[in-house]
C-alpha cells in the first residue's frame, strides 16, 4: 500500500500558504471596493486626473487588505512576490513608457489641437460626440494606455463638449469606451501583452502577441460599430452662442 504521507506534506504545505481573512475569502472584495470608490471620488467629485491620486488609491486598498487579514506577515509577503514577479515589472514598465506617451501629448498640444479641430469641423452637429469616441480609440492605441488617455484627455473634452452644449455624461463615455477600445487593441497595451504571457492555445503553447490582437479585432469592430450610433443619437450638440 502506498502512503498518503506526500498527500498530507502537500496539505500541510498549501495550508501554510494560504491566507485566512477574518470574514473569508469574500473579504478580498472590500478592497476592490475601495479602490473603485476612491477612484470615482477622485475623478468625478475631486476632478483629480493624476496618476499618483490613483496609485494612493491603491496603496489604501492594499493597507485595507492588510487589516482584513489574520496572518498580516503572510499578507505582506504574497504581494511582495506579486510586486517582484516578472508580469508585475512589464506592467510598470508599459505604464511608464504610457506616463512619457501621456506627457508628451500633453506638452505637444495634441489632445487640445484634436479639440479645436474637430469642434471647427462638426460643431454643432451629432457627429461630436463620436469623433471624440474615435479620438480616444487612436489615443489608447497610440499610447497602449487607457488610463493615460483618460487622464489627457478628460479634461480637454468634457469642458470642451459642455462648451458646446453636448450631453457632458454621454461624452464622458465616449473618452471611457474610446479609451478601453484603443488600449483592447494597442499591441504595446499592458493587456494584450499580459494576455499573451499568461494564456496558451489549444495545444498548449504561448500566444503570439500579434494572434491576440487578431483575435479581438472583430469583436471590438462590432462592439465600435453597436457604440456609434448611440453616441450619434444622444450625444448631439448646439451651437455655442455668442457672448
Excluded: H
Amino acid at each position: 500500500m502506498t502512503s498518503p504521507a506526500p498527500a498530507c506534506a502537500s496539505d500541510a504545505s498549501l495550508d501554510e500558504n494560504r491566507i485566512p481573512f477574518f470574514f473569508g475569502p469574500a473579504s478580498l472584495l472590500i478592497p476592490f471596493l475601495i479602490f473603485a470608490l476612491l477612484s470615482v471620488y477622485l475623478f468625478i467629485v475631486l476632478k483629480v486626473f493624476d496618476l499618483m491620486a490613483l496609485a494612493g488609491a491603491g496603496l489604501t486598498a492594499l493597507v485595507a487588505g492588510a487589516l482584513l487579514t489574520q496572518k498580516p506577515m503572510r499578507y505582506w509577503k504574497a504581494v511582495l512576490e506579486g510586486a517582484a514577479s516578472p508580469m508585475t515589472a512589464t506592467v510598470l514598465l508599459l505604464l511608464m513608457a504610457a506616463g512619457v506617451f501621456s506627457a508628451m501629448m500633453k506638452a505637444a498640444g495634441l489632445a487640445e489641437a484634436l479639440a479645436a479641430f474637430t469642434g471647427g469641423a462638426i460643431a454643432g452637429t451629432p457627429l461630436l460626440t463620436p469623433a471624440v469616441f474615435l479620438i480616444s480609440s487612436l489615443l489608447a492605441t497610440a499610447t497602449g494606455s487607457s488610463i493615460s488617455t483618460i487622464l489627457a484627455a478628460s479634461p480637454i473634452f468634457l469642458p470642451f463638449g459642455a462648451a458646446l452644449g453636448c450631453d457632458v455624461p454621454l461624452m464622458a463615455g465616449a473618452i471611457l469606451s474610446g479609451a478601453i477600445f484603443g488600449d483592447n487593441l494597442a499591441p504595446v497595451s499592458d493587456v494584450a501583452i499580459i494576455s499573451a504571457m499568461t494564456q496558451t492555445d489549444k495545444f498548449g503553447k504561448p500566444l503570439d502577441l500579434g494572434r491576440v490582437v487578431k483575435t479581438r479585432f472583430p469583436f471590438a469592430v462590432i462592439a465600435l460599430i453597436i457604440a456609434l450610433p448611440f453616441y450619434a443619437l444622444g450625444g448631439s450638440a448646439s451651437e455655442p452662442s455668442a457672448a
